[in-house]
């Protein structure tokens, strides 16, 4: 019998084990807390840096998330200052690190056990 480098019968139909994946040492500098990433923005901390090329790659995609955030605003009628809010800073950040695929909570889930997690401090 021939096995391949994988564990698996050459000629088996069985599929090989994918690695489960695990966070390296520079993954703490990628994928920062997003209060930690906020309060940098809000400190001015990293305005005096450079652009970087991925920086100024991403302007048009930047003002396309731009113009839909401004759209749920303007279609649920909410005030402009909620934009200065730290919260909904951190919102936008947890969203992106969260990356494609996010299903947003549900009316129930913001209804009753997020908000009861939030009011008993359980869960923040």
Not at 66 to 73: G, H
């Amino acid at each position: 019998m021939e096995y391949f480098s994988s564990g698996g019968l050459k000629g088996s139909t069985s599929m090989p084990r994918k690695k489960q994946k695990t966070k390296g040492p520079l993954d703490m500098f990628l994928n920062s807390n997003p209060t930690d990433v906020v309060k940098v923005r809000k400190e001015g901390r990293d305005q005096g840096r450079q652009k970087t090329l991925n920086e100024m790659c991403r302007k048009e995609p930047r003002n396309k998330v731009c113009r839909d955030i401004v759209r749920f605003f303007y279609y649920g009628g909410l005030s402009f200052h909620l934009l200065t809010l730290n919260s909904f800073h951190l919102m936008c950040e947890s969203i992106g690190q969260f990356g494609p695929g996010l299903k947003p909570p549900s009316m129930y889930e913001a209804r009753v056990p997020l908000l009861k997690r939030k009011i008993l401090r359980k869960q923040w």
